[in-house]
């Protein structure tokens, strides 16, 4: 597991930035105050366990990431870049859920299909 020392609050200034948005524009997607994300940008308070899962599906990375504790990929391991495609590819998140508990071989058959199912070259789309 890789540890991230940034504070939370510069973590979410960072990645709050990043994404282009304003802390009032940040509030308002997770239906909050801007001077809560100010808060919270400054250490003064720290988000409840709702709004971290919120925070993180805004900028679309797991809590462990916003918390940084973002897991190393195995080197050459087929079935984890699997669960990222389907965990960061918003036309398979729903996929991804379903997948959280599969085996190996069954990402592979999965992987497989969803191969099998885009658009080739010369296919007129």
């Known amino acids: 597991m890789i540890h991230n020392s940034q504070p939370l609050n510069e973590r979410i200034r960072e990645l709050r930035k990043k994404a282009g948005y304003s802390q009032q524009q940040m509030a308002r997607k997770l239906h909050l105050?801007?001077?809560a994300i100010s808060q919270w940008e400054n250490?003064?308070?720290v988000p409840a366990a709702d709004q971290l899962s919120?925070?993180?599906?805004?900028?679309e990375i797991?809590?462990?990431e916003l918390l940084g504790r973002a897991v190393e990929q195995p080197p050459d391991d087929e079935a984890w870049a699997i669960r990222e495609r389907l965990r960061r590819d918003?036309?398979?998140r729903l996929?991804?859920?379903?997948?959280d508990n599969a085996s190996p071989e069954h990402l592979r058959a999965a992987a497989a299909m969803l191969k099998a199912l885009e658009p080739k070259e010369g296919d007129g789309e």
Do not use: K, S
């Open 62 to 64: 797991t809590v462990d």
């Open 90 to 92: 918003p036309a398979y």
């Open 33 to 35: 105050t801007q001077g």
């Open 43 to 45: 250490g003064i308070t």
């Open 54 to 59: 919120a925070l993180a599906d805004v900028f």
């Open 95 to 99: 996929l991804f859920d379903a997948a």
